[in-house]
């Protein structure tokens, strides 16, 4: 089974700070690769995904994420964080099959 | 609207009892999934359903059940073989195919006591 590992679990920052949270998956092969956000009380939505093509993409929300295959990275940014952006993080990987497999999540807490 | 509709928020069970959390999607989407979701764990797939009268254990499924007898529905029972079922329970639903995401209910947060 794959792994996807998220090593922040929990991050504080303060608005207009950056944001970089990590993720390494350990599938070799081709993959596809999401980053899901839970805000508090919401429905886990999707903020962006890849799966071919241009290894940066962006998301809603002035998120943006890099796939980096040789590093088996996926990780994911945005440039100044707004108190709204408070929520639980998820990577999550799919190889091609029917599963998706997630990463334990980061809880980011953005002081206003 | 379009979604996936989850019931109910809240549920207790005593324990030694089955009880059975109700997903229904109106996406028209083929594919359906279970997760558990326990702080600090992430997200863990109990069962999918790539199509109507078929599918597969996830990685956790030891103690759960699942049916899929309508594309719209795909229910979850939480057996009382399950040694640890208390936890929030999230259905998804998607187009087949790996780079499709996958579009997710509100939950059901199970107690049991």
């Known amino acids: 089974?794959?792994?996807?590992?998220?090593?922040?679990?929990?991050?504080?920052?303060?608005?207009?700070?950056?944001?970089?949270?990590?993720?390494?998956?350990?599938?070799?092969?081709?993959?596809?690769?999401?980053?899901?956000?839970?805000?508090p009380g919401q429905h886990l939505q999707l903020l962006l995904?890849?799966?071919?093509?241009?290894?940066?993409?962006?998301?809603?929300?002035?998120?943006?994420?890099?796939?980096i295959k040789s590093k088996f990275s996926f990780n994911l940014r945005k440039p100044s964080v707004q108190w709204s952006d408070t929520a639980e993080y998820f990577c999550a990987v799919n190889d091609a099959g029917n599963q998706f497999y997630f990463g334990t999540g980061t809880s980011l807490t953005v002081i206003p | 609207d379009g979604g996936i509709t989850q019931s109910p928020k809240y549920l207790f069970r005593k324990e030694g009892q089955n009880v059975t959390l109700s997903c229904e999607q109106n996406l028209n989407h083929d594919a359906m999934y279970w997760y558990r979701q326990d702080p600090g764990q992430g997200?863990?797939?109990?069962?999918?359903?790539?199509?109507?009268?078929?599918?597969?254990?996830?990685?956790?499924?030891?103690?759960?059940s699942v049916s899929r007898e309508k594309k719209e529905s795909f229910p979850l029972t939480v057996t009382s073989a399950q040694k640890n079922p208390t936890a929030f329970y999230l259905c998804a639903s998607s187009i087949p195919g790996g780079f499709n995401e996958q579009f997710f209910g509100p939950g059901t947060r199970l107690t049991v006591l």
């Open chain 1, 1 to 39: 089974a794959q792994s996807v590992s998220q090593h922040n679990h929990h991050v504080i920052l303060s608005e207009a700070a950056s944001l970089e949270l990590g993720c390494n998956y350990s599938y070799g092969g081709t993959v596809n690769l999401f980053w899901y956000v839970q805000y």
């Open chain 1, 49 to 67: 995904k890849y799966f071919s093509g241009d290894p940066l993409v962006k998301g809603i929300k002035g998120f943006e994420a890099e796939f």
């Open chain 2, 43 to 64: 997200l863990r797939l109990i069962y999918y359903s790539q199509i109507v009268n078929d599918f597969q254990k996830g990685d956790i499924a030891e103690g759960y």
